[in-house]
Structures are given as C-alpha cells and as structure tokens.
T-cell receptor
Framework: KAGVTQTPRYLIKTRGQQVTLSCSPI?????VSWYQQTPGQGLQFLFE???????NKGNFPGRFSGRQFSNSRSEMNVSTLELGDSALYLC?????????????FGPGTRLTVL | AQTVTQSQPEMSVQEAETVTLSCTYD???????LFWYKQPPSRQMILVIR??????QNATENRFSVNFQKAAKSFSLKISDSQLGDTAMYFC????????FGKGTRLSVIA
C-alpha cells in the first residue's frame, strides 16, 4: 500500500502570496489531519477532515483553510502569507475505525516565506 | 484537555549503549493509547511503539520498549543497543484525533 503523499515537497513564496498544499492519504483512510511544525512551537494541529467535513480545528487564523475531496485527498490553503508561516506542514491520515487513532504521516511540505 | 511533557530537549548516547527518553502526560480519561513517534532528519514521522493504558504489560518492539506507569502518568521510551539510524527527533503523543504531542527530544547517537 502506498503511504501518505504530499506535494509539493518544497515551496518558496513571498509575503502576501497564497499557497495550496496537497495531501493524498493511504487508500481507505478517510480521516486527514494537518499539522504545522516549527522549531519554536513544535507540532501544532491545524485541522482534521473526515468524509469531506471539517471535524476538528486548531487555533489558527482564518488565513488557514482546508478542504477534503470525495476521494479523501485533502488540500490546505494559506492566504496572505506571513514570515511566521514558514514551517514544515505535515499531513497525516488514519482509519477512524481504529481504537488507537494511529496516524500515518506524509513526508511534509517545507514552506519558506521570504 | 490532555497535555504531554517531554523534559529533555536534547540527548546523546554512544552507539550500542542504552538511552531512556522521558515523557509525562495528563488526562482524566481511564483508557487511552500513548505513542512514541520518531522523526529522522529526512522528516518522515513513523510510529515506534504504542501502549494501551488498559494493559499493564509494557510494550516492546525489538530494541524499543516503554516503561508505562499509569498512576504516575509516565511513559518513557528505552532504546537498547543504540544505532546510528536511531538519530532523530522523538515525540511522545497522546492518541486522540488530533494527536497531542510533546515538544520532542532530539536524540543523537554517536559512533
């Protein structure tokens, strides 16, 4: 089975631009979560989607948004980029039927905002 | 709400030696799962070991084992016979969606 894939792997943007990141979960996984990882803040939860619906949301401004498609693929969008948005963005998928909520992570997208 | 604390930002260990990474957590739940995830320099986060709180027996996966103390809310990871490939960030996590992560411990294995 293919793992979680994320595209692109690297992005360089300038302040004020917007960006869209993509995540394809493991086949059969319907839950997709997004995390932001920075050296200072560690791993912070952005949002989780299940069956095209946002089920959980972290404490991020409205510039961060996401969606999930009927094939469970997910995208996240960041508008009006700020320098502080530079981070590694990780996507994780899971089988909601699992009691342990194990999440499988993609390799991440490294976003640099100049 | 759950919280997870890893008190060791960085650690180092000689190759073939044993190292223990600490993790404490707080929860009001009675049955739950805890994870240790490993994030090597290549960045892909992978699950190392899981522990179900209902089980008293400590989990073991090859060279990795945990010391789970439910009453003390402690969940440490022991790596035996450390190898260079164990060099990574290690995250303790409370298993919910979303995962509740500690800040991580950067482990360096020295030849």
């Amino acid at each position: 089975k293919a793992g979680v894939t994320q595209t692109p792997r690297y992005l360089i943007k300038t302040r004020g631009q917007q960006v869209t990141l993509s995540c394809s979960p493991i086949s059969g996984h319907r839950s997709v979560s997004w995390y932001q990882q920075t050296p200072g803040q560690g791993l912070q939860f952005l949002f989780e989607y299940f069956s095209e619906t946002q089920r959980n949301k972290g404490n991020f401004p409205g510039r961060f948004s996401g969606r999930q498609f009927s094939n469970s693929r997910s995208e996240m969008n960041v508008s009006t980029l700020e320098l502080g948005d530079s981070a590694l963005y990780l996507c994780a998928s899971s089988l909601v039927e699992r009691a342990d909520n194990e999440q499988f992570f993609g390799p991440g997208t490294r976003l640099t905002v100049l | 709400a759950q919280t997870v604390t890893q008190s060791q930002p960085e650690m180092s260990v000689q190759e073939a030696e044993t190292v223990t990474l600490s993790c404490t957590y707080d929860t009001s739940e009675n049955n739950y799962y805890l994870f240790w995830y490993k994030q090597p320099p290549s960045r892909q986060m992978i699950l190392v070991i899981r522990q179900e709180a209902y089980k008293q027996q400590n989990a073991t996966e090859n060279r990795f084992s945990v010391n789970f103390q439910k009453a003390a809310k402690s969940f440490s990871l022991k790596i035996s016979d450390s190898q260079l490939g164990d060099t990574a960030m290690y995250f303790c996590a409370f298993a919910k969606i979303p995962l509740v992560f500690g800040k991580g411990t950067r482990l360096s294995v020295i030849a």
